[in-house]
């Protein structure tokens, strides 16, 4: 397993931590996801030959939200 942290810009409540979450947690592979809003990050810990971390951040754009790099 590996845990990788991202940033997120755009999150601007619960309910936005709720939806990257959900996102997150829906792909293949997450073991497990943790959204903060404050700061805007996600602590995702995945398998890496099941999933990656671009196809993690892009599963957080395509929900509507920023990665800051």
């Known amino acids: 397993m590996e845990t990788v942290e991202i940033q997120i810009e755009g999150m601007t409540c619960g309910g936005c931590t709720a939806s990257v979450m959900r996102v997150l947690q829906a792909v ?11 700061p805007g990050a996600a602590l995702v810990v995945f398998d890496a030959n099941q999933t990656s971390r671009v196809a993690l951040e892009t599963t957080i754009e395509e929900a509507g939200y920023a990665i800051k790099h």
Do not use: D, E, K, R
């Open 28 to 38: 293949t592979g997450v073991q497990s996801a943790n959204v903060t809003l404050n």
